[in-house]
């Protein structure tokens, strides 16, 4: 069954879109991430593993980050992620650490996807779902992958 996905999570995701955009035009691989509250954006990030030369700097983790030194917590049950794409297994490792309650991503990412190499590592309580604007972050990859093939 498709979760039913209200106007403010459309919001948010289309809030990681332009972070993932930012990602593109930046070269980098184009995901994006919010944090919110339930109610605003407390994080958001895009990748930045080649700026930083730091193959741990998804977008994720950058989110995560932020939202912990804003709530002054390493614990987030009362946030939710919106991400462009499905997280990698390092990735949704550092999401159960933190007990974020709800991750949103938009398209499965079948090559690096945590799903393809370990379900079960989300946080038990945390609420997983996607599908949000999955088109849309599919087509962003596929438009960096085809321009970086030229």
């Not at 972070?19 to 919010?34: H, N, S, T």
């Not at 407390?42 to 983790?61: F, G, P, Y």
């Not at 499965?108 to 370990?118: H, I, N, P, S, V």
């Amino acid at each position: 069954m498709t979760p039913s996905f209200s106007s403010l999570d459309e919001r948010f995701m289309r809030r990681a879109l332009e972070e993932a955009q930012l990602a593109f035009d930046e070269g980098e691989i184009p995901i994006g991430a919010v944090i919110t509250d339930g109610k605003s954006v407390i994080a958001s990030a895009h990748n930045m593993v080649e700026r930083l030369c730091d193959i741990s700097a998804h977008a994720e983790m950058i989110a995560l980050s932020a939202a912990s030194l804003h709530f002054r917590s390493k614990y987030l049950p009362q946030c939710t992620l919106y991400v462009t794409i499905e997280p990698c297994a390092m990735c949704m490792g550092a999401l159960r650490w933190s007990q974020i309650g709800r991750i949103v991503f938009g398209a499965e990412d079948t090559k690096a996807g945590y799903k393809r190499f370990q379900t079960g590592i989300e946080h038990p309580k945390a609420i997983v779902e996607s599908g949000l604007l999955a088109d849309e972050a599919a087509a962003l990859m596929r438009g960096f992958f085809a321009v970086r093939r030229r």
